[in-house]
Nanobody, 124 residues
């Protein structure tokens, strides 16, 4: 059974940094999953901010390129998101998501598994 549990997040002033972690279940270790961080700002649709496919290829939304880094640690079954130079528009709920298959070429609604979400607040 796929399980995703996020931790980290919180509140920070603009320009600061935060790190998110997602612990995923061990039965995903040898499986081929695309994994991603998806956020939802108040009143807006869900947006994929970063993804990593089974080959280790990373993808980023234009709005976070150069500021966010996604990292998958197979030994620890952890997916992380390092967020630097945060902006107020980065505020929202951040979800760890996964979907079967090697590629991450999909819409947020097409992810099969989701964590409970964790809140990130960036004040100006």
């Amino acid at each position: 059974q796929v399980q995703l549990v996020e931790s980290g997040g919180g509140s920070v002033q603009a320009g600061g940094s935060l790190s998110l972690s997602c612990a995923y279940s061990e039965d995903m270790y040898n499986s081929r999953y695309c994994m991603a961080w998806i956020r939802q700002a108040p009143g807006k649709e869900r947006e994929e901010v970063a993804s990593i496919d089974v080959y280790g290829d990373e993808g980023y939304a234009d709005s976070v390129k150069g500021r966010f880094t996604i990292y998958k640690d197979g030994a620890k079954n952890t997916l992380s998101l390092q967020m630097n130079s945060l902006k107020p528009e980065d505020t929202g709920m951040y979800y760890c998501a996964a979907s079967g298959g090697p590629s991450c070429d999909r819409k947020p609604s097409e992810y099969d598994y989701w964590g409970q979400g964790i809140k990130v607040t960036v004040s100006s």
